[in-house]
């Protein structure tokens, strides 16, 4: 079967670096993305990798290994409007999307 | 860019009441749009995938004429919810992929909370 294992909450202090990892196991890969989601709301793009390696954008980056089947995404400089879900979404090989249970990450000041 | 906008985003009715649900791209076409509803706490599930001219897919266990899905336009696709009930009570949400890439990212619409009474 398909599955997406990434943590279920994380906390991080304001002004710090936090890692969200996420691992797969999917039938292909044409991709895998991170989303933003606040309690309440619908989630919004943050980032795509589809090769190996890092992407930055900004505060975040995210980082992958196709062979490991492995992504995490980077978060710096951590704002107290950065308490959200995270969430870790493969494209396989029909391009379909399948998403993981999302990490909530809480931020302390 | 890439502006998904959804409607209403709350919407409060009788059982029995069919609720319709608004998904439009507004600065780009969509040939493809997504129908999404999640629960509290948990991730999104998808429901169908909406092609503009054609008949959406359906997850498995997805009921067809419960959830009628039209996409008549590349700029516009409508869920409704027939004979709705309280188990239908729901976060739901759809999506937009731009341009003709199958990889393109998803992008969101605000989300609509219904709430059968």
């Known amino acids: 079967g398909q599955n997406i294992d990434q943590p279920t909450e994380m906390t991080a202090t304001e002004g710090a670096i936090v890692q969200i990892n996420c691992t797969y196991q999917t039938s292909g890969f044409n991709g895998l993305f991170w989303y933003q989601q606040h309690a309440g709301e619908a989630p919004t793009f943050l980032s795509y990798?589809?090769l190996d390696g890092l992407e930055e954008k900004g505060r975040f980056s995210s980082f992958l290994s196709r062979s490991k089947g492995y992504s995490y995404l980077l978060l710096k400089e951590l704002q107290m409007k950065d308490s959200a879900s995270y969430l870790c979404?493969?494209?396989?090989?029909?391009?379909?999307?399948?998403w993981g249970a999302g990490t909530k990450l809480i931020i302390k000041p | 860019g890439a502006v998904v906008s959804q409607h209403p985003s709350w919407v409060i009715c009788k059982s029995g009441t069919s609720v319709k649900i608004e998904c439009r791209s507004l600065?780009?076409?969509?040939?493809?749009m997504f129908w999404y509803r999640q629960f509290p706490k948990q991730s999104l599930m998808l429901m169908a995938t909406?092609?503009?001219?054609?008949?959406?897919?359906?997850e498995q266990g997805v009921e067809k004429d419960k959830f009628l899905i039209n996409h008549a336009s590349l700029t516009l696709s409508t869920l409704t919810v027939t004979s709705a009930h309280p188990e239908d009570s729901s976060f739901y949400i759809c999506?937009?992929?731009?341009?003709?890439?199958?990889?393109?990212?998803?992008?969101f619409g605000d989300g609509t909370r219904l709430s059968i009474l």
């Open positions: 600065d780009f076409q969509a040939t493809t």
């Open positions: 999506s937009a992929r731009e341009g003709g890439e199958p990889n393109q990212p998803q992008h």
């Open positions: 979404a493969v494209m396989d090989s029909n391009y379909q999307l399948i």
């Open positions: 909406s092609n503009e001219g054609s008949k959406a897919t359906y």
């Open positions: 990798n589809v």
